[in-house]
Every structure is written in structure tokens, then in C-alpha cells.
């Protein structure tokens, strides 16, 4: 299966190491081309935690290029599937120029965002493509522009966002190439698999994120740091109590038990430097405005007040040097 991957960041990187490895033939789409260049010489290596038998692959077995020049080569030679791992921030503002020359095709493409909007946004892009969400609780970490860390093993969760149209003959084709990459994915050692749930797997994940990630960032500490004092507990909560109330008036299910669900991610990942935090510490663009931000919209188009989501919002981006 020829697959391409946008983004060679800790997920891309991850994905695109490990289904080489399991005899994929992978295109990777750097922003930059140093990045590419640095991909074709050295290789790319993926390993775990303790660096035991990592993952080795010679630059000779993949191909790595500029996303610039993405759509020429994918026009000229279509691939299987695309698989887009860049953050929301760079879907927004890149993609839609990388993506302009094959508005018209009808291709398969899967988003690993986290957040909201990633998926609606590539409809408009991609008015005839198969789009399809990737909920993952995998984690990973890039160490340099060729090595990554599987820093978590997680699930990841295919499956298509009700949009509310049907057309059962695509629908049948799309759901024969999901499976197909869904077992690439296990073949290449991930636990995934299909799901028919997967707007409540999206929202499942928003709540979790936006609880953990914002706070992460602003007090600079571990997810486990949370749990550390009764006050941060309470803020968690007090997030927590805004959000829910947010998806109550959606008509959006999360379970009964999604309140220690977060505190059980906080335990599970407590030494994990947030997405987040990484990206301020990083002085990378964050991902809140389709996190928190995602929230305060719903809340707006519902008439419901929700300040604390609101001022966290606040405060990440200005964190952020760079002036819209
Ligand atoms: N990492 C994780 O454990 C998890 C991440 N996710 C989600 O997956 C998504 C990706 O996250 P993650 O991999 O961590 O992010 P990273 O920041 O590590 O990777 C994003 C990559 O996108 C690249 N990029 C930016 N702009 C462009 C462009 N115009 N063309 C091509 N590539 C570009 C970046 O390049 P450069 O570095 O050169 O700027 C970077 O390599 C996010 O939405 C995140 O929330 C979900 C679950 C877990
Ligand atoms: C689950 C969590 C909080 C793990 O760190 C995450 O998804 C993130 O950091 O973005």
C-alpha cells in the first residue's frame, strides 16, 4: 500500500517508521527541506522508552520530500491513502495552499489531530475525498528530525464522522480501504481498529485535553503534577464542570465515569510533557483554539457562559510570541 504522510513530526515520524518496517511503501511530506534531506541520509529510527531494539530504517527504504511538492507528485502518481499528521495550527494555515491543486480528486485521507474543526475543515478542501478520523491514545515524542520516541502505547480508533450524508456505494469502497489501512496499522504493530463511534471518541478526547493540556502549559508541569494539590484538582474540575455542561446542552454523550477517566489519564501519563506544554516550551503555536476554543464556540452558538474556558484560551496564546 503506498501511503503518504504530511507532517514528520512525532506522530508522522512514528507511523511512517513503523509501517515501513512492516513493508509499506511510505512517502513522507516534510515542512521543511532539511528535514527531507536529513530523512533520505540518515534514516529514521523509532524507539521506545528505554531505547531497547529500536527501529531502524535506512534512508534508502522511503522516500522523503518537501510537502511543497506533495500534490505535483501525488497527481502524477496517486497514492492509497494520506494520512495528515500535522498540528491543527498548520492544517489551517498551510495546508489549504499544499492541498489547493487536488480539490477535485477523490482520494482516501485520515487526520490524527486533536481537537475540533480538522475534519470539516479538510471537507471543504477536499470536497471529493473519503475523510476519515484517527483517535489515538498513542503517544510519541520526536527526539531530532530523525529519531522519535514511542513514548506511549495507546489505541488508535478509524472510523468516519457522521456528516449526515450517505452514499451507500462510496461508503462500501471507503469502508473496504479503511479496513485495509486499519490492518497496515496492525501489521505495523499499533492497536487499532475500526469504529462506528467515532464523533463520541473525538469528544471523549476534546474533554481529556482540554482539562489536562491548558493547565499543563500554564503551571510547566507533568500531567501527573495535577494530582499534586487539592487546588489544581479544582481547577481541573472546574473545567471539567463547564465543559460538560457545554456538551450537555449539545446533546453530546460522554460516560458517567469521564470526570476519573481524567484523573486516570493524569495517573496513566503522569511523567508525559503535554502536547501543550511541548509546544510552549517549544515557542510553537499551540493547539487551544480547536481544543478550549472548540469549546467556547459550542458554548457560544448555545448561549452558555463559560469563563474559565474562555480566560484559559486567553492565556495560552498569549503565551505565544508570534502576532496573528
Ligand atoms: N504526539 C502525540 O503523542 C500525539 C499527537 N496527537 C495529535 O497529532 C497531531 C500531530 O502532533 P505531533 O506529531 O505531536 O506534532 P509535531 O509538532 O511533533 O509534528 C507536526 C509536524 O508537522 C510539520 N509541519 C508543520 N507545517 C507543515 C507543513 N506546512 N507541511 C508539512 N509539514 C508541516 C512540522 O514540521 P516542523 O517540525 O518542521 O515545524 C512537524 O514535523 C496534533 O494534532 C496532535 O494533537 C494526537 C495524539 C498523540
Ligand atoms: C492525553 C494527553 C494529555 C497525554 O499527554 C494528550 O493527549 C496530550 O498531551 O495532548
New binding site residues.
Given amino acids: 500500500m503506498k501511503i503518504d504522510i504530511?507532517?514528520?513530526?512525532?506522530?508522522?515520524l512514528l507511523l511512517a517508521g513503523r509501517l515501513i518496517h512492516a513493508g509499506q511503501d511510505v512517502r513522507l511530506?516534510?515542512?521543511?527541506k532539511e528535514?527531507a534531506d536529513a530523512l533520505n541520509k540518515d534514516g529514521l529510527t523509532v524507539s521506545s522508552r528505554d531505547r531497547a531494539a529500536p527501529i531502524v530504517i535506512p534512508g534508502t527504504a522511503f522516500f522523503a520530500s518537501s510537502?511543497n511538492a506533495f500534490a505535483d507528485t501525488y497527481l502524477h502518481e496517486p497514492g492509497d491513502w494520506v494520512a495528515l499528521?500535522?498540528?491543527?495550527e498548520?492544517l489551517h494555515q498551510?495546508?489549504p495552499k499544499?492541498l489547493a491543486p487536488l480539490y477535485s480528486r477523490s482520494m482516501n485521507v485520515v487526520c490524527?489531530?486533536?481537537?475540533y474543526g480538522h475534519l470539516q475543515k479538510l471537507r471543504q478542501l477536499l470536497p471529493n475525498a473519503l475523510v476519515w478520523a484517527a483517535v489515538?491514545t498513542?503517544?510519541?515524542?520526536?527526539e531530532t528530525s530523525t529519531e522519535v520516541i514511542h513514548?506511549g502505547r495507546g489505541e488508535i480508533y478509524i472510523g468516519q464522522e457522521d456528516d449526515g450524508h450517505t452514499n451507500t456505494e462510496t461508503d462500501g469502497l471507503s469502508y473496504t480501504a479503511a479496513r485495509s489501512f486499519t490492518d497496515a496499522l496492525l501489521a505495523a504493530g499499533f492497536s487499532a481498529s475500526m469504529s462506528n463511534k467515532v464523533n463520541t471518541l473525538i469528544y471523549r478526547k476534546l474533554l481529556i485535553n482540554a482539562v489536562i493540556n491548558p493547565l499543563t502549559a500554564v503551571w510547566r508541569i507533568q500531567n501527573g503534577g495535577l494530582l499534586a494539590s487539592g487546588q489544581r484538582v479544582q481547577l481541573m474540575k472546574e473545567l471539567y464542570a463547564e465543559a460538560v455542561a457545554v456538551y450537555d446542552a449539545c446533546g453530546i454523550a460522554y460516560e458517567e465515569d469521564a470526570w476519573e477517566h481524567i484523573l486516570e489519564v493524569c495517573r496513566a501519563t503522569s511523567d508525559n510533557i503535554s502536547?501543550m506544554l511541548a509546544d510552549v516550551l517549544a515557542s510553537?503555536e499551540t493547539?487551544i483554539r480547536w481544543i478550549n476554543g472548540s469549546i467556547v464556540e459550542m458554548a457560544e452558538r448555545r448561549g452558555i457562559q463559560v469563563p474559565l474556558h474562555r480566560w484559559i484560551c486567553q492565556l495560552v496564546e498569549g503565551m505565544s510570541a508570534r502576532e496573528r
Fill in positions: 504530511i507532517g514528520a513530526g512525532s506522530i508522522g511530506w516534510c515542512r521543511s528535514q510537502a499528521t500535522l498540528k491543527q498548520a498551510e495546508l499544499i490524527f489531530q486533536n481537537g489515538t498513542d503517544g510519541a515524542k520526536r513514548t502536547s510553537r493547539e
